[in-house]
């Protein structure tokens, strides 16, 4: 399976690679059917909903374009390295389509285009789905002219929409009676300290419904990530990198909450690797064999890949990052995001 920031999975689709993906999230309220970049938001547009990082791509074009069904389901894919100043690529692009084209929904190509050459994105995709069937699927590039198309089942890094994939894992165990939602996390998870450090008292209080709600006491804008300091834990625990989840969460363990637990909501990249971490423990299987197994398979998706930090292990047919920033490709321990 692939993935990207701070993610574990990314798709190009379900069944056939083409289907949307079906899956749970937080006891079962939300269905979200496609993955797509972490600052991704859902968006509805009078009876159209609209899941995607690109604020400003649908305005009324959606309803010129479509009859506007309760049951349209507009799924973006736009993805580089970054949201924002994603692209380093300075030599003159070239713009191509692939995918069959559709004459009566052509607004929604233009408009990609419009999005992509305007912020300089290399790689895009979009699909449509109306009454639970695929009508249009899409892959875009503005690059040049020697690289490779994107294609409409070429695969991306999803960031944090992986935690979903996760979600959807832990209620499972719930619904197998594996696993209670007001269950300490200390209680599961048995990993120590760091040599003369002791845990917050408030740790203890941390369940397994905190994790999934970002409610778990962890503050990154009060503190830091734990998941972009490998070379600091490294050289505190006086490991080799790459570290371990068992590494962080040690680490971790020796530092303070920002709040009580279920006191505020803070997003937190640590709790979700705890939550792979539960899963692990619970069933004795390791995160990526358990999800396939009773998250993906049973809905008959085989498409998604486990991503790598490095570019020389990105999967075939996986879109390439780019971005003026840096930080694309090892700058982090992907494997280590849930």
Same mark, same amino acid.
């Given at each position: 399976?692939?993935t990207g920031g701070?993610s574990t999975?990314?798709?190009?689709?379900?069944?056939?690679n083409?289907?949307?993906?079906y899956?749970?999230?937080q006891?079962?309220?939300?269905?979200?059917r496609?993955f797509?970049m972490?600052s991704?938001k859902?968006?509805?547009?009078?009876?159209?909903?609209?899941?995607?990082?690109l604020?400003?791509?649908?305005?009324?074009? %959606?309803?010129q374009?479509?009859r506007?069904?309760?049951d349209i389901f507009?799924?973006p894919?736009?993805?580089c390295?970054?949201?924002?100043?994603?692209?380093?690529?300075?030599?003159?692009r070239?713009?191509?389509?692939?995918?069959?084209a559709v004459?009566?929904?052509?607004?929604?190509?233009?408009?990609?285009?419009?999005?992509?050459?305007?912020?300089?994105?290399?790689?895009?995709?979009?699909?449509i789905t =109306?009454?639970?069937?695929?009508v249009?699927?899409?892959?875009y590039?503005?690059a040049?002219?020697?690289?490779?198309a994107?294609?409409?089942?070429?695969l991306f890094?999803i960031?944090?929409?992986?935690?979903p994939v996760?979600s959807?894992?832990?209620?499972?165990?719930?619904e197998?009676?594996?696993l209670?939602?007001?269950?300490?996390?200390?209680?599961?998870?048995?990993f120590?300290?760091?040599?003369?450090?002791?845990?917050?008292p408030?740790?203890?209080e941390v369940?397994?419904? =905190?994790?999934?709600q =970002?409610?778990g006491?962890w503050?990154r804008n009060?503190?830091?990530?734990?998941?972009f300091?490998?070379?600091?834990?490294?050289?505190i625990?006086?490991?080799s990198?790459?570290?371990s989840?068992a590494?962080?969460?040690?680490?971790?363990?020796?530092q303070?909450?920002q709040?009580?637990?279920?006191?505020?909501?803070?997003?937190?990249?640590?709790?979700?690797?705890?939550l792979g971490?539960v899963?692990?423990?619970?069933?004795?299987?390791?995160y990526?064999?358990? %999800?396939?197994?009773?998250?993906?398979?049973?809905l008959?998706?085989t498409?998604m890949?486990?991503?790598?930090s490095?570019?020389?292990?990105?999967?075939?047919?996986?879109?390439?990052?780019?971005?003026?920033?840096?930080?694309?490709?090892?700058?982090?321990?992907l494997?280590n995001m849930?």
């Open positions: 399976m692939i701070n999975f990314a798709s190009s689709g379900g069944k056939g083409l289907i949307p993906f899956g749970l999230f006891n079962r309220a939300l269905w979200t496609f797509i972490e991704a859902q968006y509805t547009l009078k009876k159209v909903t609209c899941i995607a990082n604020k400003h791509i649908y305005q009324c074009r %959606v309803a374009a479509l506007l069904y309760s507009i799924l894919l736009v993805l390295a970054v949201v924002t100043g994603c692209s380093s690529l300075t030599r003159p070239v713009w191509r389509e692939t995918g069959p004459c009566e929904l052509s607004v929604f190509d233009q408009t990609m285009l419009d999005f992509m050459v305007s912020r300089k994105v290399s790689a895009g995709a979009l699909a =109306h009454k639970s069937r695929l249009f699927a899409r892959g590039t503005w040049r002219a020697n690289s490779a994107t294609q409409p089942i070429s890094r960031a944090s929409l992986s935690k996760t959807a894992a832990v209620l499972k165990l719930v197998d009676g594996k209670r939602l007001d269950e300490k996390v200390v209680d599961i998870l048995g120590g300290c760091p040599e003369g450090q002791y845990p917050d408030n740790l203890k369940t397994i419904l =905190h994790l999934l =970002h409610l006491g503050d009060e503190s830091f990530d734990p998941m300091h490998d070379k600091t834990i490294s050289q625990l006086d490991v990198l790459p570290i989840h590494d962080i969460i040690t680490f971790m363990n020796g303070p909450l709040h009580k637990p279920g006191a505020k909501y803070a997003y937190s990249n640590y709790g979700y690797c705890l971490r899963i692990e423990r619970r069933t004795g299987m390791g990526e064999d358990y %999800v396939k197994k009773k998250v993906l398979l049973p008959g998706i498409g890949k486990l991503g790598c490095k570019l020389e292990d990105r999967m075939p047919g996986e879109v390439t990052y780019e971005s003026n920033r840096g930080g694309v490709y090892g700058a982090f321990n494997e849930d």
